[in-house]
């Protein structure tokens, strides 16, 4: 299992508050690696990915600006606030970009970046922010458990002077893994992973090599791939406390996963006709991540999926494409329904997002017959050639050039 993008994106960032040359171990190439060591590389400091080390080294500049062009090319870019806030005082960007999977607003970032002691506006697109006097400790709560807003306040309280008590925290893996990075070079974070996060601040923190988790939306997206496919893999550095959910669903439709050391065997041999029903939320619930894989993990199985999404507005992206592939769907505001109708026949599928792409890939090649993806730039956001993961697994799957 390759690391988890969602915990490596913020850990990437945060390691221009590390001083000296943070590594980061067995990073992929993923185009959202490639944005975060462009926004780095832009504001002078630098970044380089070889051999699957990637090291961020933080050096002095007068640059204080991140373009609008690269804040557009993902989510995370925001994540970039605190750190350079805290390194130059002073930081022009951008709205980020990213997945358009709902309006996802950054008043949470911004709200608690204030109470920390920062100075932000934002005109139109353009956000200025100032840092006069370094962030100051305070007790906040989060208006809802924002992943991305708890990292940006967890990295802003590490180095702020004083206590911060953070209320509302999400509860991510990935939270916790950054909190454990940014403690490994000398933060004093306790909580991560619960609720209330509570912060000492400390002056500097130190350069350290650090690996990140394992990714727990690529493994959803393996078991989808056998769920719907049938066979038997095994994977390696399997993120098991994190995936009971998405196990025990996939069990009822006949799936066999077995546990040993950090590997997981998962075989599926017949399907089983099951009804599923359930929703998406923050951590601990489902994964909205995971949402669209659980789709795919169903395209040949006879019972019904009923999904409830509760965290982003639009994540039903695919079904318009499943629909294509010869499944009735229905989408009601943020109720997702689907259920094996008729076989498929040969189709151009277009993917609209990231998981939303990884899921048609799984469908098409559970599917068997041949499909066309077009949007696989979505898909390399957050799996590095997923063209040769599945070839590795057995499919016929190619990427191809827009004339070919
Ligand atoms: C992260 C993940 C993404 C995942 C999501 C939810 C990364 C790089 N991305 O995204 O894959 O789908 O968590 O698990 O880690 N919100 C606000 N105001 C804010 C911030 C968020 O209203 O300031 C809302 C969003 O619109 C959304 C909800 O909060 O409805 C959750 O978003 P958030 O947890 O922030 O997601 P991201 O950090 O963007």
């Known amino acids: 299992m390759p690391v988890a993008k ?144 708890t990292q940006t306040l967890i990295m802003a309280a590490s180095i702020a002077d004083g206590i911060t008590v953070l209320q509302n925290c ?83 439709t006949g799936l066999k996963i077995f546990h040993f050391n950090n590997k997981a065997m998962v075989i599926k041999y017949h399907e089983k006709k099951a009804d599923i029903q359930t929703h998406t939320g923050y951590y601990p619930c489902f994964s909205t991540d995971m949402g669209p894989l659980l789709s795919s993990a169903m395209v040949n199985n006879k019972g019904y999926l009923r999904l409830y999404e509760s965290v982003f507005e639009n994540r039903f992206s695919y079904f318009s494409q499943f629909q294509k592939m010869g499944l009735y769907c229905k989408v009601n505001n943020k109720e997702y329904f689907q259920v094996l109708q008729k076989s498929s026949h040969n189709e151009e599928l277009y993917a609209e997002d990231l998981r939303a792409g990884a899921a048609l890939v799984v469908a098409a090649l559970a599917k068997k017959n041949r499909f066309i993806i077009h949007g696989v730039q979505y898909i390399d956001r957050g799996y590095e050639n997923i063209e040769d993961v599945f070839t590795r697994l057995g499919a016929d799957i190619r990427r191809i050039s827009g004339e070919e």
């Not at 961020?56 to 350079?84: G, Q």
């Not at 350290?208 to 988790?213: A, D, G, S």
């Open 6 to 149: 969602n915990a490596l994106l913020p850990i990437v960032a945060a390691s221009l508050m590390l001083d000296g040359e943070t590594v980061i171990d067995n990073c992929p190439a993923l185009s959202d690696v490639f944005a975060s060591t462009e926004i780095i590389n832009s504001i002078g400091s630098t970044a380089v990915l070889e051999d699957r080390k990637l090291s961020v080294f933080y050096s002095d500049s007068n640059c204080d600006e991140i373009s609008e062009d690269i804040c557009l090319k993902m989510r995370s870019a925001i994540l970039y606030i605190a750190p350079l806030l805290y390194r130059k005082q002073k930081i022009n960007m951008y709205m980020p970009g990213g997945c358009k999977i709902g309006s996802r607003p950054i008043d949470i970032h911004i709200d608690g970046l204030k109470k920390m002691g920062a100075k932000i506006e934002i005109n139109e697109n353009k956000i200025s922010a100032e840092l006069p006097n370094g962030f100051k400790g305070c007790r906040y709560k989060l208006r809802l458990p924002s992943v991305g807003a």
């Open 170 to 252: 999400a509860r991510e893996p990935e939270i916790t893994d950054l909190a454990r990075f940014l403690n490994s070079a000398g933060a004093k974070i306790i909580g991560a992973g619960k609720s209330e996060i509570i912060i000492q601040g400390v002056p500097t923190l130190k350069s350290v090599e650090y690996t990140p988790i394992p990714d727990r939306i690529f493994a959803a997206t393996i078991l989808s791939a056998v769920n719907a496919c049938k066979g038997k893999v095994l994977i390696k550095n399997y993120p098991m406390e994190y995936m009971s959910l998405f196990e025990n669903m996939l069990k009822n």
